[in-house]
């Protein structure tokens, strides 16, 4: 079965600096696409980046990037020089060759950046 | 930013009542998803969409939910008699094909409160 971690379920930091969200997924899937997405206070969520499995650099999106550590089934999000307004839930999500037509969330990590 | 927009933002209903909500996918995505969130955060898949074709449903959707995507019409979800239970966030979302390489699109939900 799929599955996605995501184990701080809350993070403070203050604005500017950098900060480092962690989650780790089981697949049994040769090919899978991992995401990130960002929920708002107002429950939008926004698709931020993704990384493919059989891609070995780590995705980069503006203050965004990935640690892809494929051998420990773990896509760390780093999120550079945060802002107030990056404040939000952020999840973790995965897509498999198995279950294309399914994405499966992690329970998220709530980011709270202090001025 | 997402192009998928639902329709009601808020919608109170009393237990026992029909909840309607609706839901365009951005234009040329085929794939279409909903999703309940609940107050922790979780996400619940509930069914997908490959133009009018329902590809998989959970059971629950089977029974009080029933879902569509007729041509040229929004996408529905709609519960025939509200529970307590149901009061989440219902998110729909869209993307390319159901091919695992693109990342899915959500609208901004539909908060549906049963009193």
């Known amino acids: 079965a799929q599955k996605v971690t995501q184990t701080q379920t809350s993070i403070s930091v203050v604005e500017k600096t950098t900060v480092t969200m962690d989650c780790v997924y089981e697949?049994?899937?040769?090919?899978?696409?991992l995401f990130w997405y960002k929920q708002t206070a107002s429950g939008e969520i926004v698709f931020l980046i993704r990384q493919d499995s059989y891609k070995k650099e780590n995705a980069t999106v503006g203050h965004y990037s990935l640690n892809f550590q494929k051998p420990k089934s773990s896509i760390g999000l780093i999120i550079t020089a945060t802002q107030i307004e990056d404040s939000a839930v952020y999840f973790c999500a995965m897509r498999g060759d198995t279950n294309a037509y399914k994405v499966i969330f992690g329970k998220g990590t709530h980011l709270h950046v202090l001025p | 930013n997402s192009k998928v927009i639902q329709t009601p933002r808020y919608l109170v209903k009393g237990q026992g009542q029909k909840a309607k909500m609706r839901c365009i996918p951005e234009k040329g995505h085929p794939v279409v998803f909903w999703y309940q969130q609940n107050k922790n955060n979780e996400f619940k898949f509930l069914i997908n969409?490959?133009?009018?074709?329902?590809?998989?449903q959970i059971d629950m959707t089977e029974k009080r939910f029933s879902a569509e995507c007729p041509s040229n019409s929004p996408c529905s979800l709609e519960i025939q008699s509200s529970e307590a239970g149901d009061s989440a966030l219902y998110l729909c979302?869209?993307?390319?094909?159901?091919?695992?390489?693109?990342?899915?699109?959500f609208g901004k939900g539909t908060r549906l409160t049963v009193v």
């Open positions: 697949t049994r899937d040769s090919s899978y696409f």
């Open positions: 969409f490959q133009n009018q074709e329902v590809l998989q």
């Open positions: 979302a869209s993307s390319l094909f159901g091919q695992t390489n693109t990342e899915v699109f």
